[in-house]
C-alpha cells in the first residue's frame, strides 16, 4: 500500500489548512488510519487516528479541538482538518495505516507510512 500525503504549506498563526492523504489500494478502507508529525530535532508525535469506518477518532491534547480526522471510505483518503494553527505545529506530518480496523495513537501499530507534507506556520 503506498500513501500519498498533500496539503502542506505555510500559513499564519491562526490560519487553517487541510492534509489529505489517498492510499493506491482500498484495501485500507478496512484499516484505521493515522496522522503522526515530526518538528525539527523532535521525535515523530501521534496527531490524530481515525478507525476503520469513521465511527472512532482521537487526538493529541495538544490539537485537540482545533484538528479533525476525517476519511472517505470510497475514494481511501484521510483527511485532516487544521484549524487555529499555531507555531508550534510547525512540522513534516505524516499519514499511515494502521495494521488493525481500530485507530491508534502508538507508531508501532502501523504498518504503511506516507512520505510526508511540510506544515509550516508563521508567526
Known amino acids: 500500500v503506498q500513501l500519498q500525503a498533500s496539503g502542506g504549506g505555510l500559513v499564519q498563526t491562526g490560519g487553517s489548512l487541510r492534509l489529505s492523504c489517498s492510499a493506491s489500494?482500498?484495501?485500507?478502507?478496512?484499516?484505521?488510519m493515522g496522522w503522526f508529525r515530526q518538528a525539527p530535532g523532535k521525535e515523530r508525535e501521534f496527531v490524530a487516528t481515525?478507525?476503520?469506518?469513521?465511527?472512532?477518532?482521537f487526538y493529541a491534547d495538544s490539537v485537540k479541538g482545533r484538528f479533525t480526522i476525517s476519511r472517505d471510505r470510497g475514494s481511501s483518503t484521510v483527511y485532516l482538518q487544521m484549524n487555529n494553527l499555531k507555531a508550534e505545529d510547525t512540522a513534516v506530518y505524516y499519514c499511515a495505516a494502521s495494521r488493525y480496523a481500530s485507530g491508534s495513537d502508538q507508531a508501532g501499530s502501523y504498518a504503511n507510512w506516507g512520505q510526508g507534507t511540510l506544515v509550516t506556520v508563521s508567526s
Open positions: 489500494k482500498r484495501t485500507v478502507s478496512n484499516n484505521g
Open positions: 481515525i478507525n476503520w469506518n469513521g465511527g472512532s477518532a
